[in-house]
């Protein structure tokens, strides 16, 4: 009887230890593994965005297709479609010339790659401004004096040192015109009178 219990308690405890082995074995972790994104495939064809113009007065600026092909690939067509609000003032044509606006601008690319031909369009704003004018510089009525001569333009001689303290102006063929040493050269004799010059009797 005390042999058959022995037994039994050994075979007991030969049990729980095997659980406890089985529950204690390492859990095998699966590997991660990460793969990269796939990279974008290159456009057979590339159609840029025309830039903005800039025109003076009534002028208009010439625009053509932008277009760029990958290696391969031909491209056999590529005009121009633009419309001003809803007038088409350009249909599929090589190049457009446009004064001062805001366009809507289509081009159009037809291509062959491989055997296949393709066609892909892009659409796009484009606003042609005009120049700001400018305003000429205005001319001044007179100018320095260098030594007895006046320069080209200012013909005009105007002196300060009358016999009477007067200011006097000579023009060409006058007595004194020629001997007279300029302080001030004016453009025409109006201009010599509104700065307080009267003509010389001479």
């Known amino acids: ?63 053509k297709p932008l277009v760029s092909a990958k290696k391969g690939v031909k491209v056999t067509s590529k005009v121009l479609t633009v419309k001003q609000g809803k ?31 393709l066609t892909t369009s892009k659409n796009q704003t484009l606003v042609i401004k005009k120049a700001a004018v400018k305003k000429p510089a205005a001319k001044k009525s007179w100018v320095a004096a260098k030594g007895k001569n006046c320069p080209a333009g200012y013909p005009v001689k105007g002196n300060k040192t009358g016999s009477n303290k007067e200011w006097k102006y000579h023009v060409r063929g006058g007595a004194f015109y020629n001997r007279t040493i300029p302080e001030q050269c004016f453009k025409t004799t109006s201009d010599a009178r509104k700065a307080g010059y009267r003509a010389s009797k001479r």
Do not use: C, Q
């Open 87 to 117: 007038k088409t003032i350009v249909n599929k044509k090589a190049s457009a010339s446009l004064k001062a606006g805001t366009y809507k601008v289509t081009t159009t690319v037809k291509y062959k790659s491989g055997k296949k031909t």
């Open 1 to 63: 009887m005390f042999r058959s219990l022995t037994a039994l308690a050994a075979a007991t405890a030969l049990v729980f230890s095997g659980a406890v082995a089985a529950s204690a074995a390492p859990v095998a972790l699966s590997n991660s593994i990460s793969v990269a994104g796939a990279k974008k495939a290159t456009p057979a064809v590339t159609i840029k965005t025309i830039g903005g113009k800039t025109v003076s007065g009534s002028k208009k600026a010439t625009i």
